[in-house]
T-cell receptor, first 113, second 114 residues
């Protein structure tokens, strides 16, 4: 199993540009989520999904969109990037629930100029 | 809102010594408390977790204790080794109305000096 994979590893955007961060898992997990990690702030939940076709907002959803068309994939879209979205983004998955073991991907480091 | 406080933010110990990281949480309904280790350039990895029906759990050199009355839990690492050097995050599962989520602490950078 590859586990949770994320692409790209690094990305630089200009303010106003859009992009999609990819996340995929091959463990047949129902629950997937996106976090952002900022210095001194731990990890904060952006969006999550409890299964294909179902998504919901986390703590900091503004400026981000998600969709879950398959069990395996959970892309995160930035429609109009802002410098405040400079961060490291982690995708995670777990079997069914938040309280199952969360498996994190390697992260995407995003810089918005 | 719900929050998790984690202390200390940095911790330096000599190889072989013990390390203790402490967290407090605000949501009294929280019932799941995982600890994650994050090495440089990698995603967090679960190292141990505890649920509210137990007070202590051990796994080799790592142990976690939970005090639900005081709403705090701690990570204990004994006989530390240089490979234990990493950032450690605690988290608490919070029933926050419409969103059930893990609330993470701000992390502790542990440095084990050889």
């Amino acid at each position: 199993n590859a586990g949770v994979t994320q692409t790209p590893k690094f990305q630089v955007l200009k303010t106003g540009q859009s992009m999609t961060l990819q996340c995929a898992q091959d463990m047949n997990h129902e629950y997937m989520s996106w976090y952002r990690q900022d210095p001194g702030m731990g990890l904060r939940l952006i969006h999550y999904s409890v299964g294909a076709g179902i998504t919901d907002q986390g703590e900091v959803p503004n400026g981000y969109n998600v969709s879950r068309s398959t069990t395996e994939d959970f892309p995160l879209r930035l429609l109009s990037a802002a410098p405040s979205q400079t961060s490291v983004y982690f995708c995670a998955s777990s079997d069914r629930w938040t309280t199952d073991t969360q498996y994190f991907g390697p992260g995407t480091r995003l810089t918005v100029l | 809102g719900e929050n998790v406080e984690q202390h200390p933010s940095t911790l330096s110990v000599q190889e072989g010594d013990s390390a203790v990281i402490k967290c407090t949480y605000s949501d009294s309904a929280s019932n799941y408390f995982p600890w994650y280790k994050q090495e440089l350039g990698k995603g967090p990895q679960l190292i141990i977790d505890i649920r509210s029906n137990v007070g202590e759990k051990k796994d080799q050199r790592i142990a976690v204790t939970l005090n639900k009355t005081a709403k705090h839990f701690s990570l204990h690492i004994t006989e530390t080794q240089p490979e234990d050097s990493a950032v450690y995050f605690c988290a608490a599962f919070s029933y926050g109305g419409a969103t059930n989520k893990l609330i993470f602490g701000t992390g502790t950078l542990l440095a084990v000096q050889p």
